[in-house]
RNA sequence: GGCCCGUUCGUCUAGCGGUUUAGGACACCGCCCUCUCAAGGCGGAGAUCACGAGUUCGAAUCUCGUACGGGCUACCA
């Protein structure tokens, strides 16, 4: 590629940017919206910027930027151009920039598209409850400050009076039609919009200003937001023709809903992905279910991997409603993925990371023995939702030689007078095929067994089940061959004694 | 109050004027597999396409109203 065809590339390539405030955790909600962005970028070969839009400095920390960043990369959302890694068009942070939003607003009054406002937030709020009152249909800025003579407010601005920056709505500017990528042609009378402030009087630079100038002055093509944006899209493309630059694409997507159909709030559970990430969720299945949440790649497909939704990825088929989080459908999403590993892979991924963390296992546990935790995997794989589950699903590994047994669990199991010979006739069983070192796994385990419940008439649940329960102290576990296998000969046979020795005890 | 947006099974959605007795997925129910729990396979129930008019030979799909929900109307973003 010579120089000036990278030129034209770059000139016509796609930018987008993801700008969240650092005013809390990244939400689902926010989280969808940056991977709407991402994938868009991605699939049309474009740039994907970071900024962080921090504009109200009493309401934005640096440990949210932070953990907003991290939530990022735990996404998988890669940027091209941020504040941590600079690029082209920056500084990538709002509060670095105050300086070019002050010279552009100052630019706008010499040009006589922005004027300087005296009136105080009380006269404001006196003037809209008068509206209001009135029922006036219009009950924004009554442009008061619009007819000072330039000069005379130049003067009042200099001699220190407090003061705003408003920006002019051309008068008889008609229509503002705002061109939608999921909505379509959204049509606004600019007669409705009043002349807003583009600028504080504590110096700083309000939202619809701060973004466009922001927007404009880093390329962006294609403003991917929320929904709530929209209103507010016709004061932007106000600024936009001010400052004499393009306007960009808009696509306006919905809000999420929690599960009463009310938006997302606490009260719904997790909301920020930093408690998905901590709940254990992958990561890549929970930008799946959020991809699918308002956007469609088909009438069938429901797993989408991120390398796949990076390429397919477009604005037609994002849906224009509002849509309701649904946990489940997220988990169910989560178990496909887990589903799809293989066993190594999930022995490496899932149970060792969960194990460790939950003081079961040492750093490095699976690697001494491969074969056992990849036996493991298959068996704990098909059972677990998310990967936290892993811990009480692997439970009957770590309960000794003599487990704790549930009430419930003996009562229904062991309580009766099949459990004995049942246990005899195993323990038996196992011992002999332990000796016979042959090997002790789990088809000779359930060969070995087999035979067993005829030869006692006993019924197979309830042979099987006096097993389950002494070994496990639970009416619940993994299929039994496998698991006697992973227990080894050894523990096996010991929580067979032990539980022989309660029924006796017992009785 | 004004302006804007939205409305297809409980949920996410497919559908862009006839191919639709409205398709898929989650959830739910049943059956199969089976020593329990899962996973898997098969099947079922579930949407008069918010409502009402209109355009049309024909409408979930186009138009207009109504209702309900949401947003903006801030020196919040």
């Known amino acids: ?15 987008v940017r993801f700008a969240p405030s650092p005013t809390g955790k990244l939400h689902v909600g926010g989280a969808r919206t940056a991977i709407y962005n991402w994938a868009f970028a991605r699939a049309n070969d474009g740039v994907f910027i970071l900024r962080i839009d921090d504009t109200d400095p009493t309401r934005s920390t640096e440990e949210n930027t932070q953990i907003i960043l991290r939530a990022m990369r735990w996404l998988g959302l890669d940027w091209d151009e941020g504040p941590d890694v600079g690029g082209p068009f920056g500084p990538y942070r709002q509060a670095d920039r105050v300086a070019r939003y002050k010279e552009a607003a100052e630019k706008l009054v010499e040009e006589g598209k922005a004027y300087y406002c005296f009136c105080t937030p009380e006269e404001l709020e006196a003037g809209r409850k008068r509206a209001h009152e009135a029922k006036e249909e219009f009950q924004g800025y009554n442009g008061a400050c619009r007819k000072l003579d330039p000069a005379e407010a130049k003067a009042r601005v200099a001699a220190g009076e407090p003061h705003t920056i408003r920006i002019k709505v051309p008068e008889g500017r008609g229509d503002v039609v705002v061109d939608d990528a999921v909505h379509g042609q959204v049509t606004f009378n600019a007669k409705e919009l009043d002349d807003f402030i583009i600028f504080r009087s504590d110096d700083t630079p309000t939202y619809n200003f701060a973004t466009v100038v922001d927007d404009a002055d880093m390329r962006i093509t294609h403003v991917i937001r929320g929904d709530d944006h929209l209103s507010n899209t016709p004061r932007q493309v106000i600024v936009y023709e001010a400052l004499k630059k393009p306007v960009p694409t808009f696509a306006h997507i919905s809000m999420i809903l929690g599960e009463d159909g009310k938006k997302l709030s606490k009260r719904h559970g997790a909301t920020s992905v930093e408690e998905y990430q901590q709940e254990s969720y992958e990561s890549e299945a929970f930008v ?127 309580a009766k007078e099949s459990a004995k010979p049942s246990l005899v006739a195993a323990l038996s069983a196992l011992q002999t095929l332990e000796d016979k070192a042959s090997g002790f796994y789990a088809d000779a385990i359930n060969d070995a067994l087999a035979p067993l419940p005829e030869e006692l008439d006993i019924s197979r649940g309830a042979f099987y089940g006096a097993i389950r329960v002494a070994l496990t102290g639970t009416l619940v576990s993994p299929p039994m061959g496998e698991m006697i296998e992973l227990l080894g000969c050894k523990s096996t046979c010991a929580r067979i004694e032990a539980a022989l020795e309660k029924i006796e005890t017992t009785a």
């Open 1 to 15: 590629m010579t120089d000036s065809q990278a030129m034209t590339a770059t000139q016509n390539a796609i930018r």
């Open 288 to 414: 799946n279910y959020l991809a699918l949440l308002g956007w469609s790649f088909d009438d069938k497909t429901t797993i989408i991997p991120r390398d796949v939704l990076a390429r397919e990825f477009s604005l037609n088929r994002v849906s224009k409603n509002p849509a309701t989080f649904d946990s489940k459908k997220l988990n169910w999403i989560n178990e496909q993925y887990l589903l799809a590993m293989t066993d190594e892979e999930f022995a490496e991924k899932i149970l060792g990371p969960q194990l460790v963390l939950a003081g079961k296992e040492e750093e490095g546990c699976i690697s001494l023995r491969p074969e056992w935790f990849a036996l493991l995997a298959s068996v704990i794989k098909p059972r677990t939702k998310i990967a936290g589950d892993v811990v009480s699903l692997t439970e009957f590994l770590y309960k000794g030689d003599a487990p704790e047994i549930e009430e419930k669990a003996f009562n229904k199991m062991l």
